[in-house]
């Protein structure tokens, strides 16, 4: 399985990092390629899943259903595209005393979408860019 590695460092707390990184609706903000976002969260006995819809930019017809799995303890939240099976793997690490935080993710490409490796690693390196901006201020 095709998959890549990234990562960048943001001026800000891991909490405030989590609470744009946890939220699918704020995606559009930063993730390069995602033009809008539906969220539908699932009941509360599915503990942190969260069901949503992403509209690739360009392509408003084209809805693509992800879940979103989080783990406050482990800092971590992974992204799983139920179209493509692309998973994004983020996690999120405190530097300089939890005033700074290593913002990190793996993303694993099944082989059928191999193809897209150079344009998601793209949107990746994009999109950790524009996320430690956002989340700076």
Do not use: N
Request: proline share 9%; charged share 20%; with cysteine.
């Amino acid at each position: 399985m095709p998959s890549f590695q990234h990562s960048t460092t943001a001026a800000a707390p891991p909490e405030e990092v989590w609470k744009v990184l946890y939220d699918p609706s704020r995606f559009p903000e930063w993730w390069a390629g995602v033009e809008a976002v539906e969220v539908e969260t699932l009941p509360a006995a599915a503990g942190d899943l969260t069901s949503y819809t992403l509209y690739p930019t360009g392509y408003p017809d084209f809805p693509m259903p992800q879940q979103l799995q989080a783990s406050r303890d482990q800092q971590s939240i992974v992204i799983s595209c139920l179209v493509s099976d692309l998973r994004f793997d983020w996690r999120l690490e405190p530097l300089d005393g939890g005033q700074a935080t290593r913002i990190s993710v793996l993303v694993e490409i099944p082989e059928a979408e191999a193809h897209r490796l150079v344009t998601q690693r793209e949107a990746i390196t994009a999109s950790l860019s524009r996320l430690a901006a956002v989340v700076t201020g």
